[in-house]
């Protein structure tokens, strides 16, 4: 099987570049789109983010064998109710959460014998908004797909295509599997950003504008993390808690035997911390999923 008629709720960064990713790469498929906010939703319409921008979710799912949910984690539930009964029957409903045991029991709840299959691409800016999609942003990046135990294979398989048409590579995963795993390569991180930033901006009135004003690279990378949609994150931290708190209880013992070591002036802990740090940097690289350019490529748009 394979999806013709796609309906994507919400239309900012992820779900504007699906829409337009399915037409440059599924040009067969016709795509509608919705979303809660009638600016979003002419923005959409101007830059023809959909072939179709609707004027209520119910008219966007009517006659879709694939809805794709991309709102934040915390509005997953609500969406699901606005469509429950305007689903057609067969139709595959799957979402762009980066948290996904929450995601998959509220759609649950919310549709009664539907196929939910939770989906997560881990692919994004800092930008947001329904101006920030590009049709290349899942080109060479990781989908996650965390179907329930009793899906379907043939609805997996025809999920996983329909991201790998888009240019991603596809994992299946466990949900419980996939929150600890983000929350420490994409939670933690953000929570990390978010904390410097705001400590530095407590300090800027003590120091009138100067960490603004000598801001180096390291500070810049994390207030380019810190830019992130303050809705989507907060969300993300409710809805995956207890996946990040345990990573933040793990990186608050590490922080703590750094700081020991910069107390006791053991540099030979420091030097093998750092260099085995540095060495995950370069597989990253090599794993593809960076650039190596000191911009990191995202000049271009590579995210």
Known sequence: MSFE??????????????GLAVQEFLPGAHTTGFDADPATRARAAARGLVAQVCES????????????????????????QEIAT????????????????????????????????PAHPVAGTERSGPDAGFASLFRQRWCIITPPDRADPAQVAALSAFWEALGAKVEIMDARHHDMVLAVTSHLPHLIAYTIVGTASDLEGVTEGEVIKYSAGGFRDFTRIAASDPTMWRDVFIANKDAVLNMLQRFTEDLTA???????????QLFEHFERTRAIRRSIIEEGQDDARPDFGRGDHSG
């Open 5 to 18: 008629r796609i309906a994507i709720i919400g239309l900012g960064l992820l779900g504007g570049s699906v």
């Open 86 to 117: 305007h689903l057609p029957a067969g139709v595959v409903v799957s979402d762009v959460g980066s948290s996904k045991q929450s995601v998959a029991d509220a759609l649950i709840k919310a549709l009664p014998g539907v196929a939910i299959i």
């Open 57 to 80: 979710a119910a008219d966007a799912v009517r006659n879709a064998d694939l809805v794709v949910l991309c709102v934040p984690v915390g509005a997953m539930e609500s969406a699901a």
């Open 258 to 268: 750094l700081q020991r070591a910069i107390r006791v002036g053991d540099g030979d």
